[in-house]
Protein backbone atom coordinates (compact mmCIF):
# COMPACT_ATOMS: atom_id res chain seq x y z
CA UNK A 1 0.00 0.00 0.00
CA UNK A 2 3.20 2.10 -0.04
CA UNK A 3 1.76 3.76 -3.43
CA UNK A 4 -0.65 5.89 -1.36
CA UNK A 5 1.72 8.31 -0.30
CA UNK A 6 1.43 11.25 -1.90
CA UNK A 7 -2.13 10.78 -2.14
CA UNK A 8 -5.82 12.19 -1.30
CA UNK A 9 -8.21 10.16 0.21
CA UNK A 10 -11.26 12.09 1.38
CA UNK A 11 -9.42 15.54 3.31
CA UNK A 12 -6.28 13.61 3.98
CA UNK A 13 -3.03 13.49 2.02
CA UNK A 14 -1.30 10.43 2.80
CA UNK A 15 2.77 11.67 3.55
CA UNK A 16 4.58 8.47 5.05
CA UNK A 17 4.23 4.80 6.53
CA UNK A 18 4.66 5.50 10.79
CA UNK A 19 4.22 1.28 11.10
CA UNK A 20 2.69 -1.76 9.95
CA UNK A 21 1.27 -4.42 11.84
CA UNK A 22 -1.32 -8.00 11.55
CA UNK A 23 -4.24 -5.83 10.69
CA UNK A 24 -2.74 -3.04 8.52
CA UNK A 25 -0.46 0.02 7.54
CA UNK A 26 -0.20 2.93 9.97
CA UNK A 27 0.25 6.09 7.69
CA UNK A 28 1.04 9.83 8.61
CA UNK A 29 -1.28 11.93 6.72
CA UNK A 30 -2.25 16.05 6.66
CA UNK A 31 -5.63 16.86 7.04
CA UNK A 32 -6.41 19.51 4.65
CA UNK A 33 -9.32 20.49 5.80
CA UNK A 34 -7.86 21.28 9.68
CA UNK A 35 -4.66 21.71 8.68
CA UNK A 36 -3.29 18.86 11.15
CA UNK A 37 -1.17 16.11 11.03
CA UNK A 38 -3.44 12.65 11.59
CA UNK A 39 -2.11 9.04 11.66
CA UNK A 40 -4.33 6.55 9.67
CA UNK A 41 -4.62 3.28 10.05
CA UNK A 42 -5.30 1.29 6.54
CA UNK A 43 -7.00 -2.16 6.60
CA UNK A 44 -4.50 -4.56 5.27
CA UNK A 45 -5.83 -5.21 1.46
CA UNK A 46 -5.44 -9.10 1.93
CA UNK A 47 -7.97 -8.78 5.03
CA UNK A 48 -10.54 -6.80 2.98
CA UNK A 49 -12.65 -9.43 2.02
CA UNK A 50 -12.97 -11.00 5.04
CA UNK A 51 -16.08 -10.23 7.21
CA UNK A 52 -14.83 -10.82 10.40
CA UNK A 53 -11.64 -9.11 9.94
CA UNK A 54 -13.38 -6.16 8.43
CA UNK A 55 -15.83 -5.93 11.56
CA UNK A 56 -13.14 -6.52 14.61
CA UNK A 57 -11.44 -3.02 12.12
CA UNK A 58 -14.85 -1.11 12.66
CA UNK A 59 -15.03 -2.54 16.17
CA UNK A 60 -11.92 -1.19 17.14
CA UNK A 61 -13.10 2.54 15.28
CA UNK A 62 -15.92 2.19 17.70
CA UNK A 63 -14.24 1.33 21.23
CA UNK A 64 -11.62 3.89 20.65
CA UNK A 65 -13.84 6.78 19.72
CA UNK A 66 -16.05 6.38 22.97
CA UNK A 67 -12.76 6.88 24.91
CA UNK A 68 -11.83 10.53 25.51
CA UNK A 69 -9.20 10.76 27.67
CA UNK A 70 -5.50 12.76 27.84
CA UNK A 71 -3.83 9.19 27.78
CA UNK A 72 -5.68 7.61 24.95
CA UNK A 73 -4.60 8.38 21.44
CA UNK A 74 -8.11 9.99 20.30
CA UNK A 75 -9.85 8.56 17.07
CA UNK A 76 -11.53 11.17 14.65
CA UNK A 77 -13.53 9.21 13.23
CA UNK A 78 -13.89 5.90 10.05
CA UNK A 79 -13.10 6.34 6.16
CA UNK A 80 -14.57 4.17 3.61
CA UNK A 81 -12.89 5.19 0.34
CA UNK A 82 -12.50 3.34 -2.97
CA UNK A 83 -11.06 -0.08 -1.56
CA UNK A 84 -9.60 1.17 1.34
CA UNK A 85 -10.68 0.74 5.03
CA UNK A 86 -9.05 3.46 7.75
CA UNK A 87 -9.36 4.53 11.34
CA UNK A 88 -8.32 8.44 11.61
CA UNK A 89 -6.65 8.58 14.72
CA UNK A 90 -4.56 11.29 16.84
CA UNK A 91 -0.53 12.00 15.26
CA UNK A 92 1.38 11.49 18.42
CA UNK A 93 4.74 12.45 17.71
CA UNK A 94 7.13 10.64 20.10
CA UNK A 95 7.98 6.94 20.62
CA UNK A 96 6.82 3.73 21.40
CA UNK A 97 7.95 2.41 24.55
CA UNK A 98 8.82 -0.92 22.95
CA UNK A 99 11.50 1.33 20.97
CA UNK A 100 12.51 2.94 24.13
CA UNK A 101 12.95 -0.42 25.88
CA UNK A 102 14.83 -1.78 23.21
CA UNK A 103 17.15 0.86 23.12
CA UNK A 104 17.42 1.66 26.98
CA UNK A 105 17.99 -2.34 27.83
CA UNK A 106 15.63 -1.09 30.73
CA UNK A 107 14.12 1.54 32.80
CA UNK A 108 15.08 3.58 35.49
CA UNK A 109 12.71 2.79 38.48
CA UNK A 110 11.32 5.97 38.44
CA UNK A 111 10.76 6.42 35.20
CA UNK A 112 8.78 3.12 35.02
CA UNK A 113 6.86 4.22 37.72
CA UNK A 114 6.45 7.75 36.00
CA UNK A 115 4.75 6.08 32.85
CA UNK A 116 2.86 3.03 34.58
CA UNK A 117 0.89 5.72 36.28
CA UNK A 118 -0.46 6.91 33.51
CA UNK A 119 -0.98 3.99 31.98
CA UNK A 120 -2.93 2.89 35.08
CA UNK A 121 -5.02 6.31 34.93
CA UNK A 122 -5.75 5.81 31.23
CA UNK A 123 -7.04 1.85 31.35
CA UNK A 124 -9.12 3.22 35.08
CA UNK A 125 -11.05 5.32 32.81
CA UNK A 126 -11.72 2.83 30.42
CA UNK A 127 -12.67 0.43 32.57
CA UNK A 128 -15.14 2.94 33.97
CA UNK A 129 -16.41 3.18 30.86
CA UNK A 130 -16.88 -0.20 30.31
CA UNK A 131 -13.80 -1.24 27.98
CA UNK A 132 -11.15 -3.74 28.87
CA UNK A 133 -8.18 -3.29 26.12
CA UNK A 134 -6.65 -7.21 26.09
CA UNK A 135 -3.94 -6.35 24.64
CA UNK A 136 -1.88 -3.69 26.94
CA UNK A 137 1.88 -4.24 25.75
CA UNK A 138 4.83 -1.71 24.95
CA UNK A 139 4.76 -1.27 21.62
CA UNK A 140 0.90 -0.12 21.92
CA UNK A 141 2.05 2.60 24.76
CA UNK A 142 3.83 5.89 23.28
CA UNK A 143 5.56 8.24 24.93
CA UNK A 144 4.81 11.95 23.06
CA UNK A 145 7.60 15.01 23.24
CA UNK A 146 6.11 16.47 26.40
CA UNK A 147 6.61 12.92 28.14
CA UNK A 148 2.61 12.33 28.37
CA UNK A 149 1.78 8.57 27.91
CA UNK A 150 -0.83 7.49 25.41
CA UNK A 151 -2.48 4.47 25.12
CA UNK A 152 -3.40 2.83 21.50
CA UNK A 153 -4.35 0.34 19.86
CA UNK A 154 -7.77 -0.57 20.66
CA UNK A 155 -8.17 -3.73 17.90
CA UNK A 156 -9.30 -6.39 19.94
CA UNK A 157 -10.70 -4.32 22.76
CA UNK A 158 -14.36 -5.68 23.54
CA UNK A 159 -17.10 -3.80 25.53
CA UNK A 160 -18.69 -5.24 28.56
CA UNK A 161 -22.07 -4.26 27.41
CA UNK A 162 -21.44 -5.85 24.21
CA UNK A 163 -21.77 -9.61 23.89
CA UNK A 164 -20.20 -12.64 21.76
CA UNK A 165 -16.82 -11.10 20.81
CA UNK A 166 -14.90 -13.66 21.06
CA UNK A 167 -15.51 -16.89 20.97
CA UNK A 168 -14.48 -19.71 23.23
CA UNK A 169 -10.90 -21.25 21.72
CA UNK A 170 -9.69 -17.83 20.69
CA UNK A 171 -7.04 -16.35 21.98
CA UNK A 172 -6.55 -12.76 22.06
CA UNK A 173 -3.46 -10.44 23.13
CA UNK A 174 0.52 -10.67 22.72
CA UNK A 175 1.83 -13.73 24.22
CA UNK A 176 4.48 -12.31 26.38
CA UNK A 177 1.69 -10.42 27.99
CA UNK A 178 -0.90 -12.85 27.94
CA UNK A 179 -2.79 -13.50 31.05
CA UNK A 180 -3.57 -16.73 31.97
CA UNK A 181 -7.43 -16.95 31.55
CA UNK A 182 -6.63 -15.71 27.89
CA UNK A 183 -4.42 -18.14 27.20
CA UNK A 184 -7.20 -20.56 28.16
CA UNK A 185 -9.20 -18.70 25.88
CA UNK A 186 -11.90 -17.88 28.99
CA UNK A 187 -13.82 -15.17 29.29
CA UNK A 188 -11.48 -12.23 29.84
CA UNK A 189 -12.70 -9.21 32.06
CA UNK A 190 -10.70 -6.19 33.24
CA UNK A 191 -8.30 -8.13 35.36
CA UNK A 192 -7.05 -9.55 32.31
CA UNK A 193 -5.93 -5.49 31.37
CA UNK A 194 -4.20 -5.59 35.05
CA UNK A 195 -2.00 -8.27 34.65
CA UNK A 196 -0.83 -7.47 30.93
CA UNK A 197 -0.06 -3.67 32.59
CA UNK A 198 2.34 -5.75 35.74
CA UNK A 199 4.12 -8.15 32.78
CA UNK A 200 4.48 -4.38 30.96
CA UNK A 201 5.46 -2.55 33.95
CA UNK A 202 8.08 -5.44 35.05
CA UNK A 203 9.86 -5.36 32.07
CA UNK A 204 10.08 -1.74 31.93
CA UNK A 205 12.29 -2.26 35.23
CA UNK A 206 14.08 -5.70 34.16
CA UNK A 207 14.57 -5.21 30.72
CA UNK A 208 12.96 -8.32 29.90
CA UNK A 209 9.41 -9.49 30.53
CA UNK A 210 8.80 -11.42 33.73
CA UNK A 211 8.12 -15.18 31.47
CA UNK A 212 10.64 -15.10 28.51
CA UNK A 213 11.55 -18.05 26.61
CA UNK A 214 12.07 -18.40 22.54
CA UNK A 215 9.28 -21.36 22.74
CA UNK A 216 5.96 -19.54 22.88
CA UNK A 217 4.58 -23.15 24.66
CA UNK A 218 7.08 -22.27 27.09
CA UNK A 219 5.77 -18.71 28.27
CA UNK A 220 2.27 -20.15 28.27
CA UNK A 221 3.36 -23.21 30.47
CA UNK A 222 4.58 -20.15 32.62
CA UNK A 223 2.10 -17.93 32.78
CA UNK A 224 -0.24 -20.79 33.82
CA UNK A 225 2.06 -22.24 36.75
CA UNK A 226 5.38 -20.05 37.57
CA UNK A 227 5.72 -16.99 39.83
CA UNK A 228 7.71 -14.07 38.32
CA UNK A 229 11.72 -13.97 38.97
CA UNK A 230 11.67 -11.77 41.88
CA UNK A 231 12.21 -7.89 40.88
CA UNK A 232 14.17 -7.08 43.64
CA UNK A 233 16.85 -9.42 43.33
CA UNK A 234 17.36 -8.36 39.53
CA UNK A 235 17.39 -5.17 40.77
CA UNK A 236 18.54 -4.97 44.12
CA UNK A 237 17.97 -0.80 44.76
CA UNK A 238 14.32 -1.22 44.73
CA UNK A 239 12.33 -1.27 47.74
CA UNK A 240 11.21 -4.41 48.96
CA UNK A 241 7.52 -3.84 48.49
CA UNK A 242 7.61 -3.94 44.48
CA UNK A 243 7.56 -7.49 44.56
CA UNK A 244 4.51 -7.68 46.69
CA UNK A 245 3.23 -5.23 43.90
CA UNK A 246 4.38 -7.14 40.58
CA UNK A 247 3.29 -10.22 42.27
CA UNK A 248 -0.20 -9.00 43.10
CA UNK A 249 -0.48 -7.85 39.95
CA UNK A 250 0.76 -11.03 38.26
CA UNK A 251 -1.47 -13.43 40.29
CA UNK A 252 -2.85 -16.60 38.44
CA UNK A 253 -6.57 -16.25 39.65
CA UNK A 254 -7.83 -12.92 38.59
CA UNK A 255 -9.74 -12.11 41.66
CA UNK A 256 -6.49 -12.22 43.92
CA UNK A 257 -5.09 -9.78 41.32
CA UNK A 258 -5.59 -5.85 41.96
CA UNK A 259 -9.45 -5.31 41.35
CA UNK A 260 -9.14 -1.99 39.84
CA UNK A 261 -6.20 0.56 38.23
CA UNK A 262 -7.18 2.62 41.00
CA UNK A 263 -5.70 0.04 43.49
CA UNK A 264 -2.95 -0.77 41.55
CA UNK A 265 -1.74 3.36 41.06
CA UNK A 266 -2.47 3.28 45.68
CA UNK A 267 0.72 0.87 45.72
CA UNK A 268 2.37 2.54 43.16
CA UNK A 269 1.84 5.73 44.61
CA UNK A 270 2.59 4.38 48.21
CA UNK A 271 6.46 2.89 47.36
CA UNK A 272 7.43 6.07 45.33
CA UNK A 273 8.57 8.28 48.18
CA UNK A 274 10.64 5.52 48.97
CA UNK A 275 12.08 4.98 45.34
CA UNK A 276 12.63 8.95 45.47
CA UNK A 277 14.84 8.66 48.27
CA UNK A 278 16.87 6.11 46.87
CA UNK A 279 17.41 7.82 43.50
CA UNK A 280 16.98 11.55 44.70
CA UNK A 281 19.19 12.56 41.55
CA UNK A 282 16.33 12.47 39.33
CA UNK A 283 16.08 16.43 38.71
CA UNK A 284 19.67 17.19 40.38
CA UNK A 285 21.39 16.30 37.05
CA UNK A 286 23.76 14.03 39.46
CA UNK A 287 24.95 10.51 37.81
CA UNK A 288 22.12 7.76 38.59
CA UNK A 289 22.94 4.19 40.23
CA UNK A 290 21.44 1.18 39.87
CA UNK A 291 20.64 -2.19 37.55
CA UNK A 292 21.01 0.08 34.55
CA UNK A 293 22.86 3.35 34.66
CA UNK A 294 21.79 6.70 32.38
CA UNK A 295 22.76 10.07 32.84
CA UNK A 296 19.18 12.34 32.61
CA UNK A 297 15.78 11.24 33.24
CA UNK A 298 13.80 9.56 31.11
CA UNK A 299 11.98 12.30 28.77
CA UNK A 300 15.81 13.57 27.83
CA UNK A 301 16.86 10.27 27.11
CA UNK A 302 13.97 9.10 25.14
CA UNK A 303 13.30 12.12 23.27
CA UNK A 304 16.82 13.74 23.13
CA UNK A 305 16.03 17.33 23.85
CA UNK A 306 17.15 19.45 25.86
CA UNK A 307 16.02 19.91 29.82
CA UNK A 308 13.73 22.57 29.77
CA UNK A 309 11.44 24.00 32.24
CA UNK A 310 8.38 23.14 30.53
CA UNK A 311 8.94 19.39 30.33
CA UNK A 312 9.53 19.77 34.07
CA UNK A 313 5.81 21.83 34.17
CA UNK A 314 4.29 18.85 32.27
CA UNK A 315 5.88 16.50 34.54
CA UNK A 316 5.23 17.89 37.69
CA UNK A 317 1.67 18.78 36.65
CA UNK A 318 1.03 14.46 35.47
CA UNK A 319 2.67 13.83 39.52
CA UNK A 320 0.26 16.18 41.05
CA UNK A 321 -2.56 14.62 38.68
CA UNK A 322 -2.15 11.61 40.16
CA UNK A 323 -1.49 11.40 43.60
CA UNK A 324 -4.50 12.02 44.73
CA UNK A 325 -6.15 8.82 46.28
CA UNK A 326 -9.91 10.15 45.96
CA UNK A 327 -11.01 7.38 43.44
CA UNK A 328 -13.17 10.06 41.56
CA UNK A 329 -9.96 11.94 41.02
CA UNK A 330 -8.03 8.95 39.57
CA UNK A 331 -10.66 7.92 36.79
CA UNK A 332 -11.17 11.77 35.55
CA UNK A 333 -9.01 15.22 36.00
CA UNK A 334 -10.59 17.53 39.10
CA UNK A 335 -11.24 20.95 38.02
CA UNK A 336 -9.69 22.60 40.85
CA UNK A 337 -6.38 20.78 40.03
CA UNK A 338 -6.64 21.96 36.41
CA UNK A 339 -6.81 25.34 37.35
CA UNK A 340 -5.26 25.77 40.63
CA UNK A 341 -7.74 28.44 41.81
CA UNK A 342 -7.25 29.85 44.85
CA UNK A 343 -11.00 30.67 45.50
CA UNK A 344 -13.78 28.28 45.86
CA UNK A 345 -15.61 27.27 42.75
CA UNK A 346 -19.12 26.41 42.16
CA UNK A 347 -21.33 24.26 41.49
CA UNK A 348 -24.82 24.18 39.40
CA UNK A 349 -27.50 22.37 40.54
CA UNK A 350 -29.83 19.65 39.04
CA UNK A 351 -27.79 19.05 36.53
CA UNK A 352 -29.36 16.16 34.42
CA UNK A 353 -28.02 13.88 31.63
CA UNK A 354 -30.44 13.34 28.79
CA UNK A 355 -31.37 10.20 26.79
CA UNK A 356 -29.48 10.88 22.50
CA UNK A 357 -29.31 6.98 21.88
CA UNK A 358 -26.42 7.64 20.53
CA UNK A 359 -22.85 7.20 20.86
CA UNK A 360 -22.04 9.70 18.21
CA UNK A 361 -20.18 13.54 18.77
CA UNK A 362 -22.68 15.99 19.03
CA UNK A 363 -21.25 19.27 17.86
CA UNK A 364 -23.87 21.69 18.59
CA UNK A 365 -27.09 22.83 20.07
CA UNK A 366 -30.20 25.35 19.51
CA UNK A 367 -32.96 26.04 21.26
CA UNK A 368 -36.16 28.22 21.17
CA UNK A 369 -37.90 29.94 24.19
CA UNK A 370 -41.19 27.29 23.28
CA UNK A 371 -38.56 24.48 24.45
CA UNK A 372 -38.00 23.05 20.57
CA UNK A 373 -34.36 22.18 20.15
CA UNK A 374 -31.93 20.78 17.73
CA UNK A 375 -28.92 18.86 17.66
CA UNK A 376 -26.11 18.16 15.48
CA UNK A 377 -23.65 15.76 15.20
CA UNK A 378 -21.09 13.18 13.54
CA UNK A 379 -21.94 11.38 10.16
CA UNK A 380 -25.19 13.56 9.52
CA UNK A 381 -26.94 12.99 12.67
CA UNK A 382 -29.59 15.27 13.89
CA UNK A 383 -31.67 15.37 17.31
CA UNK A 384 -34.54 17.33 17.80
CA UNK A 385 -37.22 17.65 20.66
CA UNK A 386 -40.13 19.63 21.36
CA UNK A 387 -40.36 19.20 25.25
CA UNK A 388 -36.88 20.64 26.19
CA UNK A 389 -35.01 17.77 25.88
CA UNK A 390 -36.60 15.42 28.07
CA UNK A 391 -37.42 13.56 24.84
CA UNK A 392 -35.17 13.58 21.48
CA UNK A 393 -35.92 12.43 17.85
CA UNK A 394 -33.74 11.56 15.37
CA UNK A 395 -33.96 13.71 12.22
CA UNK A 396 -33.18 12.44 8.29
CA UNK A 397 -30.50 14.02 6.59
CA UNK A 398 -30.08 10.92 4.18
CA UNK A 399 -26.53 11.31 4.30
CA UNK A 400 -23.44 10.26 6.43
CA UNK A 401 -21.63 13.86 6.08
CA UNK A 402 -20.57 14.97 9.87
CA UNK A 403 -22.86 18.23 10.99
CA UNK A 404 -20.88 20.99 12.93
CA UNK A 405 -23.30 24.15 13.89
CA UNK A 406 -27.31 24.73 14.03
CA UNK A 407 -29.23 27.55 14.27
CA UNK A 408 -33.65 28.02 14.58
CA UNK A 409 -34.54 31.58 12.99
CA UNK A 410 -38.22 33.37 13.24
CA UNK A 411 -40.82 31.23 12.22
CA UNK A 412 -39.38 27.45 13.22
CA UNK A 413 -36.46 27.61 10.18
CA UNK A 414 -33.67 25.65 11.08
CA UNK A 415 -30.15 25.84 9.54
CA UNK A 416 -27.47 22.71 9.79
CA UNK A 417 -24.11 23.21 8.32
CA UNK A 418 -21.20 20.65 8.19
CA UNK A 419 -18.83 19.12 5.69
CA UNK A 420 -18.49 18.76 2.15
CA UNK A 421 -20.32 22.51 1.66
CA UNK A 422 -23.35 20.77 3.79
CA UNK A 423 -26.15 23.42 4.49
CA UNK A 424 -29.47 21.57 5.38
CA UNK A 425 -32.96 23.64 6.46
CA UNK A 426 -36.31 22.98 7.04
CA UNK A 427 -39.60 24.47 8.14
CA UNK A 428 -39.66 22.21 11.68
CA UNK A 429 -39.59 18.90 9.79
CA UNK A 430 -36.42 17.44 10.60
CA UNK A 431 -37.53 14.18 8.66
CA UNK A 432 -37.65 16.42 5.58
CA UNK A 433 -34.25 18.28 5.50
CA UNK A 434 -33.87 20.20 2.11
CA UNK A 435 -30.00 20.65 0.77
CA UNK A 436 -29.19 24.05 -0.06
CA UNK A 437 -27.03 24.48 -3.38
CA UNK A 438 -23.65 26.38 -2.34
CA UNK A 439 -20.28 26.49 -3.76
CA UNK A 440 -18.56 23.44 -3.02
CA UNK A 441 -15.20 22.78 -1.46
CA UNK A 442 -15.58 24.27 1.99
CA UNK A 443 -16.17 22.51 5.43
CA UNK A 444 -18.39 24.93 7.33
CA UNK A 445 -18.01 25.43 11.07
CA UNK A 446 -20.33 28.44 12.26
CA UNK A 447 -24.10 29.50 11.03
CA UNK A 448 -25.00 32.83 12.41
CA UNK A 449 -27.68 35.07 11.71
CA UNK A 450 -27.92 38.62 13.19
CA UNK A 451 -31.95 39.16 12.27
CA UNK A 452 -34.26 36.68 10.75
CA UNK A 453 -32.51 38.06 7.08
CA UNK A 454 -29.47 38.75 7.49
CA UNK A 455 -26.91 35.76 8.29
CA UNK A 456 -23.28 34.37 7.83
CA UNK A 457 -21.43 31.02 7.45
CA UNK A 458 -17.99 30.50 8.26
CA UNK A 459 -15.45 27.62 7.56
CA UNK A 460 -12.50 26.06 5.98
CA UNK A 461 -9.91 28.24 3.63
CA UNK A 462 -11.46 31.59 5.36
CA UNK A 463 -14.37 31.22 3.40
CA UNK A 464 -17.60 33.44 4.79
CA UNK A 465 -20.58 33.33 2.73
CA UNK A 466 -23.61 35.84 3.51
CA UNK A 467 -27.39 35.68 3.09
CA UNK A 468 -29.47 38.83 3.05
CA UNK A 469 -33.05 36.76 2.32
CA UNK A 470 -33.49 34.59 5.48
CA UNK A 471 -30.89 32.00 3.74
CA UNK A 472 -32.75 31.10 1.18
CA UNK A 473 -29.59 31.98 -1.22
CA UNK A 474 -25.74 32.50 0.36
CA UNK A 475 -23.17 34.48 -1.68
CA UNK A 476 -19.34 34.30 -0.83
CA UNK A 477 -17.70 37.66 0.84
CA UNK A 478 -14.26 38.77 1.16
CA UNK A 479 -11.66 37.89 3.64
CA UNK A 480 -8.28 37.65 2.41
CA UNK A 481 -7.95 35.15 4.54
CA UNK A 482 -7.34 31.17 3.50
CA UNK A 483 -7.30 30.13 7.14
CA UNK A 484 -9.79 27.85 9.01
CA UNK A 485 -12.44 29.74 10.73
CA UNK A 486 -14.09 28.43 13.35
CA UNK A 487 -16.70 30.85 14.75
CA UNK A 488 -18.30 34.62 14.11
CA UNK A 489 -20.85 37.27 16.04
CA UNK A 490 -21.91 40.16 15.78
CA UNK A 491 -22.02 43.26 18.21
CA UNK A 492 -24.55 44.92 15.86
CA UNK A 493 -25.65 45.14 12.29
CA UNK A 494 -22.31 46.62 11.64
CA UNK A 495 -19.95 45.29 13.35
CA UNK A 496 -18.08 41.72 13.85
CA UNK A 497 -15.54 39.11 14.58
CA UNK A 498 -14.76 35.98 13.33
CA UNK A 499 -11.80 33.89 14.38
CA UNK A 500 -9.78 30.68 13.50
CA UNK A 501 -6.53 29.14 12.80
CA UNK A 502 -2.96 30.20 14.01
CA UNK A 503 -4.65 33.02 16.13
CA UNK A 504 -6.67 34.94 12.98
CA UNK A 505 -8.72 37.27 13.79
CA UNK A 506 -11.09 39.17 11.05
CA UNK A 507 -13.51 42.33 11.86
CA UNK A 508 -15.82 44.00 9.90
CA UNK A 509 -17.24 47.18 10.21
CA UNK A 510 -19.77 47.19 6.81
CA UNK A 511 -22.56 44.38 7.74
CA UNK A 512 -20.30 41.92 6.94
CA UNK A 513 -19.30 42.48 3.33
CA UNK A 514 -15.41 43.05 3.98
CA UNK A 515 -13.17 41.37 6.53
CA UNK A 516 -10.19 42.69 7.80
CA UNK A 517 -7.18 40.52 9.42
CA UNK A 518 -6.19 42.12 12.92
CA UNK A 519 -2.81 41.60 14.14
CA UNK A 520 -2.42 39.26 16.89
CA UNK A 521 0.85 37.81 18.68
CA UNK A 522 -0.98 34.94 19.80
CA UNK A 523 -0.81 31.73 17.71
CA UNK A 524 -2.82 29.18 18.95
CA UNK A 525 -5.89 28.88 16.97
CA UNK A 526 -9.33 30.36 18.43
CA UNK A 527 -12.44 28.07 18.48
CA UNK A 528 -14.73 30.61 20.23
CA UNK A 529 -15.39 34.56 20.12
CA UNK A 530 -18.31 36.15 21.65
CA UNK A 531 -19.21 40.45 22.35
CA UNK A 532 -19.61 41.10 26.09
CA UNK A 533 -20.38 44.74 24.92
CA UNK A 534 -19.67 46.58 21.55
CA UNK A 535 -16.30 47.49 22.81
CA UNK A 536 -15.30 44.22 24.49
CA UNK A 537 -14.65 40.54 23.28
CA UNK A 538 -13.00 37.83 24.81
CA UNK A 539 -11.92 34.65 22.06
CA UNK A 540 -11.16 30.97 23.60
CA UNK A 541 -8.93 28.34 21.95
CA UNK A 542 -6.38 25.92 22.46
CA UNK A 543 -3.79 25.74 24.86
CA UNK A 544 -6.32 27.27 27.26
CA UNK A 545 -6.06 30.61 25.34
CA UNK A 546 -8.37 33.38 26.35
CA UNK A 547 -7.90 36.55 24.79
CA UNK A 548 -9.95 40.08 25.51
CA UNK A 549 -10.11 42.94 24.37
CA UNK A 550 -11.40 46.22 24.74
CA UNK A 551 -11.35 48.43 21.97
CA UNK A 552 -13.80 46.59 19.35
CA UNK A 553 -11.21 43.69 18.63
CA UNK A 554 -7.91 46.17 17.39
CA UNK A 555 -5.85 45.21 20.10
CA UNK A 556 -5.65 41.95 22.35
CA UNK A 557 -4.37 41.15 25.75
CA UNK A 558 -4.12 37.61 27.34
CA UNK A 559 -5.69 36.35 30.04
CA UNK A 560 -4.27 34.00 32.44
CA UNK A 561 -6.36 31.31 33.41
CA UNK A 562 -3.14 28.94 34.78
CA UNK A 563 -4.13 25.64 32.74
CA UNK A 564 -3.55 24.38 29.07
CA UNK A 565 -7.25 23.09 28.69
CA UNK A 566 -8.54 23.33 25.14
CA UNK A 567 -12.07 25.48 24.62
CA UNK A 568 -14.40 25.11 22.44
CA UNK A 569 -16.39 27.88 23.06
CA UNK A 570 -17.14 30.94 24.94
CA UNK A 571 -20.14 33.02 24.84
CA UNK A 572 -21.82 36.18 27.10
CA UNK A 573 -25.29 34.54 28.58
CA UNK A 574 -26.31 37.52 30.16
CA UNK A 575 -24.87 40.80 31.47
CA UNK A 576 -23.35 39.69 34.21
CA UNK A 577 -22.20 35.75 33.26
CA UNK A 578 -19.99 34.53 30.99
CA UNK A 579 -19.57 31.19 30.19
CA UNK A 580 -16.42 29.35 28.35
CA UNK A 581 -16.27 25.24 28.05
CA UNK A 582 -14.11 22.61 26.39
CA UNK A 583 -12.25 19.57 27.38
CA UNK A 584 -13.03 17.40 30.11
CA UNK A 585 -15.78 18.60 30.96
CA UNK A 586 -14.12 21.79 31.54
CA UNK A 587 -16.65 24.93 32.83
CA UNK A 588 -15.68 28.26 33.83
CA UNK A 589 -17.57 31.33 34.08
CA UNK A 590 -17.28 34.64 34.75
CA UNK A 591 -18.57 37.70 36.48
CA UNK A 592 -16.25 40.48 35.65
CA UNK A 593 -16.43 41.06 32.20
CA UNK A 594 -13.99 38.01 31.44
CA UNK A 595 -11.07 39.54 34.06
CA UNK A 596 -11.52 36.81 36.18
CA UNK A 597 -12.89 32.89 36.11
CA UNK A 598 -13.81 30.55 38.39
CA UNK A 599 -14.50 26.83 37.80
CA UNK A 600 -17.52 24.58 38.11
CA UNK A 601 -17.92 21.46 39.14
CA UNK A 602 -20.39 19.85 36.90
CA UNK A 603 -18.87 15.87 37.84
CA UNK A 604 -18.75 14.55 34.50
CA UNK A 605 -15.83 14.12 32.10
CA UNK A 606 -17.02 14.26 28.57
CA UNK A 607 -15.56 17.05 26.22
CA UNK A 608 -17.93 19.98 25.60
CA UNK A 609 -18.43 20.62 22.16
CA UNK A 610 -20.76 23.56 22.72
CA UNK A 611 -23.44 24.66 24.81
CA UNK A 612 -26.93 26.62 24.15
CA UNK A 613 -28.23 29.35 27.45
CA UNK A 614 -32.12 29.41 27.08
CA UNK A 615 -33.99 32.97 28.40
CA UNK A 616 -35.55 30.64 31.59
CA UNK A 617 -31.36 30.02 33.02
CA UNK A 618 -31.41 26.56 31.67
CA UNK A 619 -27.90 25.17 30.18
CA UNK A 620 -27.79 22.72 27.43
CA UNK A 621 -24.28 21.20 27.10
CA UNK A 622 -23.15 18.78 24.02
CA UNK A 623 -20.11 16.96 23.61
CA UNK A 624 -18.43 13.62 22.95
CA UNK A 625 -20.36 9.98 22.90
CA UNK A 626 -23.84 11.41 22.61
CA UNK A 627 -23.07 13.67 25.86
CA UNK A 628 -26.44 15.94 26.11
CA UNK A 629 -26.85 17.48 29.95
CA UNK A 630 -29.39 20.38 31.03
CA UNK A 631 -28.10 21.93 34.08
CA UNK A 632 -30.14 24.82 36.22
CA UNK A 633 -27.92 27.86 36.07
CA UNK A 634 -28.19 27.87 39.65
CA UNK A 635 -24.85 28.32 41.54
CA UNK A 636 -24.15 27.65 45.10
CA UNK A 637 -20.74 27.50 46.90
CA UNK A 638 -18.56 24.23 46.68
Not at 159 to 172: A, D, I, R
Not at 364 to 385: E, Q, R, W
Request: net charge neutral.
Amino acid sequence: MDELIGKAIDNYRIEAVLGTGGMGIVYKAYDIKLERFVAIKMLNSHLFQREESITRFKREAKNQAQLSHPNIVTVYGFIEYSNFLGIVMEYVEGESLENIIFRMKSLHSWDAIYIIKQVLVAMGYAHSKGFIHRDIKPSNIIINNEGMVKIMDFGISKSLFEQGNTKTGNKVGTIFYMSPEQIRAEEVTHHADIYSIGCTFYEMLAGVPPFDSESDFEVMEMHLKTAPPSICRLIPTLPVEMDTIINKSLEKLPALRYHTCEEFLMDITSIEKSVKERHSQLFTGQKRKGFKKSTTYLIITLLLISFSALVYLAYSQVVELMESKQLDSLKKYSISRLFKADSTFLTFENIIKQNSNTRLNLNSVFFLPNKTGVVAGDSGLVLYTNDGGNNWVKGNTKSKISLFDCTIIGGGKAFLVGDSSTVFTTQGDFNNLIRLNIEQGYSFYKIYFINNSVGFIAGSRGVIFKTTNGGNSWRKVNTNTASVLFDLHFADDKNGIAVGWDGNILLTSDGGENWLKVENKNTDYLKGVCYIDKNSILAAGGNGTMLKSADGGKSWSKVDLKSNVIFHKVKSVKDDLIIVAGKKGTILISKDKGDSWMPVKVNFYYDINNFFVTGSNELYIVGVSGAIYKISLIEKEG
